[in-house]
């Protein structure tokens, strides 16, 4: 899924067991991988903590001693994060994709000359994610369904069935407006040169709002059963 910071990018999937594997648990143990995978890809909550502290550190620094200090501030929580979770063997990616992501802000901000272009790229990537994943429900392809079946090896076959693809459809649609009410506040804040608001705002609609996003789309994935009924039927 989307990260629930701008920061963050779609790790390598984990391995689960094949369909028949499986087959005659549950539907309840069946989904328990759902929810542990999708938290995976935002790094686990720990990583939506970490991806505030940057933002934290950024805005009071740039206050006190300057946009340079702030820039370079930023960067150091960024890559003490990446060096900490390296120490204590976690995955990295996130942190790395997290650390590459400030960089990017930072080299924004300095570009600008102005502390609100540290938030710039969030803005627009939130507004690039919202208006994609509405896309795929106007095509009848919502994301959330195509990401999972993608990350744990169920297809496409999921679309032809009209329940799942509903279920998929909410799912993606709590993604949109999570990524809409993102760019709507925060371009107004940024319009509005409230850079502390913006920074308040960006850590507000970060990780609860994605939490709240997840909490849907899991319960989409167990309602789905993870494959279409037909197909589940099929493996059992």
């Excluded at 272009?117 to 919202?130: A, D, K, Q």
């Excluded at 909490?215 to 993870?226: D, I, N, S």
Aim: include cysteine; proline fraction near 6%.
């Amino acid at each position: 899924m989307a990260s629930s910071d701008e920061y963050a990018t779609t790790p390598l999937p984990r391995t689960v067991p094949a369909p028949e594997a499986s087959a005659d648990l549950p539907d309840e143990e069946r989904a328990e991988p759902a929810q542990q995978t999708l938290l995976e890809q935002l790094g686990g909550f720990a990583g939506l903590i970490y991806s505030t502290l940057p933002v934290l550190v950024f805005v009071p620094v740039n206050a006190l001693l300057g946009l340079t200090v702030a820039i370079w501030a930023a960067l150091g929580v960024a890559g003490a994060v990446l060096v900490w979770r390296l120490v204590r063997r976690e995955p990295i990616q996130p942190a790395v994709s997290g650390f590459l992501g400030v960089g990017i802000c930072a080299l924004i901000a300095w570009r600008v000359g102005e502390a609100k272009g540290f938030f710039l790229f969030g803005i627009y990537t939130s507004l690039v994610y919202g208006a994609a994943f509405l896309l795929s429900i106007l095509v009848r392809r919502p994301l959330v369904g195509v990401v999972w079946g993608v990350l744990n090896g169920h297809g496409g076959d999921w679309r032809t069935d009209p329940r799942v693809v509903r279920l998929y459809d909410l799912a993606t649609a709590a993604w949109v407006l999570v990524f809409g009410a993102r760019y709507l506040v925060q371009h107004h804040l940024y319009a509005a040169d409230s850079t502390g608001w913006l920074a308040a705002a960006r850590i507000a609609m970060g990780w609860p709002l994605t939490a709240l996003a997840l909490v849907v789309t899991v319960w989409a994935v167990r309602r789905a059963g993870h494959l279409p009924v037909s197909s589940a039927r099929h493996a059992a």
